[in-house]
């Protein structure tokens, strides 16, 4: 095994949340909130206006629309063109190939990003791979080595699983006070993905394991030379060889034609562009492994192989850069997941974490994907600060600000961070960014 060391928890707590019950003006339900509201306004609907008169014909309903044409891939309304996958703007590179473009969270309902939302993360841009001739070695400490093209990798049995996808940098520049406005930018290196794939598992018996081969070595074939060490524990396990994502083939920049998907871990481990397994029995310290994606920690080591993404949430409506449309109902909502199972609990806070409610959280519920969360607010004008706080189902509970900063070093950037976001809400509605400040 790598030189993994001993480091102390970064769990939080959980102080009993009220479950049942009015908090600072949180309805349980919108059937609560209707129910009220009907009694005060005497009928009157929560959020859209009294019906005065028979709705004019709209022009679209006077004419035929666009015919369909013999082939062609649709694509999102052009009113939704803000809707976009984009560079941040906090940590931008002078040059793009080693970058990162990030999930517009706040657009997203549900739990699956689109193809075209997902986040991406090279290091040496994306390759254009054909798939005629892009052929995957298995070698090493194996019986047999193997090589298959993505024709041959097609013809085993596959699985499809959803997981959420989520690089160890996310969070990255906003732990300690806000550099980013909105949600896309702070959590944004996060996706909800089904993919669609052979369990290296399958692969790793037909090509024979040697009893000593504990570690496998993943390469792509981009610019980067990317590669990781992953145990062999982890890729018999639950570890795919993915060639769909969503319904369809892998998009060129997640990993086209075969990419590997490590659940729960690192994004970092699920190495696109796949064409190297190799066995052995240690792990290689790849640049990726000890120059980055290490944790400082307080003693002054570096904690190295710390590939899990612990249990984390954010809320995604109302979300930095938002503004609430006025007082009264608003439907509270967010994501949470977790590296090692499934969500079990999701708490909200309206009051800096002070008082806590249990939110609904909707199913349906899988193991290491993502899963919202939902919770009505009657919001009576007043400044406010929201939180989420996730429970994962081993009782892992997400941490504060304050706990990753006892058990990690304090350094400008921090990988591996999932500790609770807060977002005020000052008087006027406006939602914004309060890292660092609740
Ligand atoms: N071959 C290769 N694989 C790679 C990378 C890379 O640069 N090259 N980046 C890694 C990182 S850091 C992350 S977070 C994920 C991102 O996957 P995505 O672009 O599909 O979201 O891919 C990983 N796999
Ligand atoms: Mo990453």
């Not at 109302?318 to 509270?332: A, D, I």
């Amino acid at each position: 095994m790598g030189r993994m060391i001993d480091v102390p928890s970064d769990r939080g707590s959980r102080p009993g949340p009220a479950s049942t019950g009015e908090l600072n003006g949180v309805l349980k339900s919108r059937r609560e909130f209707l129910a009220r509201g009907m009694a005060v306004a005497g009928g009157a609907a929560a959020t859209g206006s009294a019906l005065a008169a028979p709705l004019e014909i709209p022009p679209a309903a006077r004419e035929m629309g666009r015919p369909i044409p013999e082939a062609m891939y649709g694509m999102p309304s052009k009113f939704e063109a803000h809707v976009a996958r984009r560079r941040t703007d906090v940590l931008k590179n002078r040059q793009n190939w080693s970058d990162w473009s990030m999930t517009p969270l706040q657009h997203q309902p549900g739990i699956i990003t689109p193809n075209g939302l997902v986040f991406e993360r090279h290091h040496a841009g994306t390759p254009d791979i054909d798939p005629k001739t892009h052929r995957l070695a298995i070698h090493g400490m194996v019986r047999q080595p193997l090589q298959f093209t993505v024709d041959d990798l097609m013809r085993y049995p596959s699985v499809s699983r959803f997981h959420f996808h989520e690089c160890s940098g996310n969070g990255l520049t906003d732990w300690l006070k806000p550099a980013s406005v909105t949600v896309q930018q702070t959590h944004g290196l996060l996706s909800g993905v089904l993919w669609t794939g052979v369990p290296l598992s399958t692969l790793m018996e037909e090509a024979g394991i040697d009893p000593r081969g504990t570690w496998v070595l993943l390469e792509g074939a981009d610019g980067a030379g990317h590669t990781r060490s992953v145990p062999m524990e982890k890729v018999l396990d639950d570890s795919l060889i993915a060639y769909a994502m969503n319904g369809e083939a892998l998009r060129p920049e997640n990993g086209y034609p075969v990419r590997a998907v490590i659940p729960g871990w690192e994004g970092n481990v699920s190495v696109k562009w796949l064409r190297r397994i190799k066995v052995g029995d240690q792990p290689w310290h790849f640049r990726s492994e000890t120059a980055r994606y290490t944790d400082p920690m307080p003693e002054g080591k570096w904690r190295q192989f710390s590939m899990v993404m612990e249990c984390k949430s954010v809320i995604t409506s109302p979300s930095g850069g938002q503004q609430l449309k006025g007082r009264g109902f608003h439907e509270v909502t967010g994501l949470a997941w977790s590296g090692v199972g499934k969500i079990r609990a999701v708490d909200v806070s309206f009051d800096g974490g002070r008082n806590w409610r249990e939110a609904v959280v909707e199913g349906p519920v899988m193991d290491k994907s993502l899963t919202r969360f939902k919770i009505g607010w009657n919001w009576d004008g007043a400044p406010a600060v929201l939180m989420s706080r996730a429970v994962d189902s081993t009782g892992y509970v997400q941490p504060s600000v304050e706990d990753v900063k006892k058990s990690r070093a304090i350094m400008g950037f921090v990988q591996h961070h999932n500790a609770i976001q807060p977002w005020s809400v000052n008087e006027k509605g406006e939602v914004r960014n309060a890292i660092g400040q609740a």
